[in-house]
């Protein structure tokens, strides 16, 4: 296995309340990464990290933040959950260009529910 | 902004059939990725092509890069049921930028 832990596996939460999703690896690599997965919309970027601290946004961030504070956890948070964030949420790691490759290893999912 | 454009959105077919996926942009990408999701789980990579013109064969599955580096294709011989499940094209820009995804293609192969 990769060594990429997305926890937890599934959430039911209520409108209005925060939820935090953290995604963990054992590769040591450099660049992490949260998409959201919805029917007729693919993957979609949300954040991403490039290291320790350092953090962009992708293409559907708002209402989201993130943090990295070490190598291997990367958190996304959802400050104040919202119906329309109902969705698949994946992790994902790259060790990089420079490194060889610019491919991912993705986790298996974070399945999130807002009533 | 780019994108990446697949067709066909769904295929269903027999066991046996063969098929070709693609994935059309108006954009110059340094390399394509193709990743399989089955239900349930997260896309794993299956190839990447860096060249423009090159062709890689994994089994029954072969890949192909377009000359402009543009498109790509994925063509599945005697499709079977394990086949089953959701193609996406990623291309990768030069520097670390992150990937650029298809919305992929669901494949079912009926037995």
């Known amino acids: 296995d990769a060594g990429i832990t997305q926890s937890p596996r599934h959430k039911v939460t209520e409108t209005g309340t925060p939820v935090t999703l953290r995604c963990h690896q054992t590769?040591?690599?450099?660049?992490m990464y949260w998409y959201r997965q919805d029917p007729g919309h693919g993957l979609r970027l949300i954040h991403y990290?490039?290291?320790?601290?350092?953090?962009d946004k992708g293409e559907v961030s708002d209402g989201y933040s993130v943090s990295r504070s070490k190598t291997e956890d990367f958190l996304l948070t959802l400050e104040s959950a919202t119906s329309s964030q109902t969705s698949v949420y994946f992790c994902a790691i790259s060790r990089g260009v420079n490194s060889g490759a610019n491919v991912l290893t993705f986790g298996a999912g974070s399945r999130l529910t807002v009533l | 902004t780019q994108l990446l454009e697949q067709s066909p959105q769904f295929l269903s077919i027999q066991e046996g059939e063969n098929l070709t996926v693609y994935c059309n942009s108006s954009s110059v990408f340094s390399s394509l990725q193709w990743y399989r999701q089955e239900p349930g789980e997260g896309p794993v990579l299956l190839v990447t092509?860096?060249?423009?013109?090159e062709v890689k064969k994994l089994k029954r599955l072969t890949f192909q890069f377009g000359d402009a580096r543009k498109d790509s294709s994925l063509h599945i011989t005697a499709a079977q049921p394990g086949d089953t499940g959701l193609y996406l094209c990623a291309g990768e820009n030069s520097g670390n930028t992150p990937l650029v995804f298809g919305k992929g293609t669901r494949l079912s192969v009926i037995a």
């Open positions: 092509v860096v060249t423009g013109g």
């Open positions: 590769e040591n690599h450099r660049y």
């Open positions: 990290s490039y290291g320790v601290k350092d953090t």
